[in-house]
């Protein structure tokens, strides 16, 4: 199960970047989304996330 950004939420800071293990997030035009193929499930991301934007799909 990968994780998704809620980008209502996202404020694009990249903490989830920096904490992301499997280079699964990757940012377009400070977009942010995680590639599910490449997701662990480690919720490294969610956990860093400030704003609470990341969760479980």
Do not use: Q, R
């Amino acid at each position: 199960m990968a994780y998704k950004i809620d980008t209502d939420n996202c404020v694009a800071c990249g903490a989830c970047l920096d904490a992301c293990p499997s280079t699964a997030i990757i940012e377009k035009d400070s977009v942010y989304s995680i590639i599910a193929d490449k997701c662990v499930d480690c919720a490294a991301c969610e956990s860093t996330c400030p704003n609470g934007a990341i969760s479980a799909s």
